[in-house]
């Protein structure tokens, strides 16, 4: 699988960077560092439809996830696809 040419670019920015690595910036630092570089990615989010909240199994374990679903009209008329983005707490 090939990594969207924007999130390339993005990380080669980043990468190039002179300036401090993220774990030496502060929270705000880095928050700031990047709304900066990424801000050309930025597109309006889409309108929520539903959420739910599931329970995947994995071997012995339970993991809670919640769902998020975009409003059909939000959706890319030509594909069924849907983008998948995945925050990991803790």
Do not use: C
């Amino acid at each position: 699988m090939t990594l969207n040419a924007d999130t390339d670019a993005l990380l080669r920015e980043i990468n190039a960077s002179d300036g401090p690595q993220y774990w030496e910036m502060s929270i705000n630092e880095a928050r700031a560092f990047f709304n900066q570089i990424s801000s050309d990615l930025a597109t309006p989010a889409p309108q929520i439809e539903s959420e739910s909240d599931r329970v995947i199994e994995s071997g012995n374990k339970q993991i809670n996830v919640r769902v998020y679903s975009p409003k059909i009209e939000d959706r890319d008329a030509n594909s069924d696809a849907l983008p998948l983005i995945v925050h990991l707490h803790g």
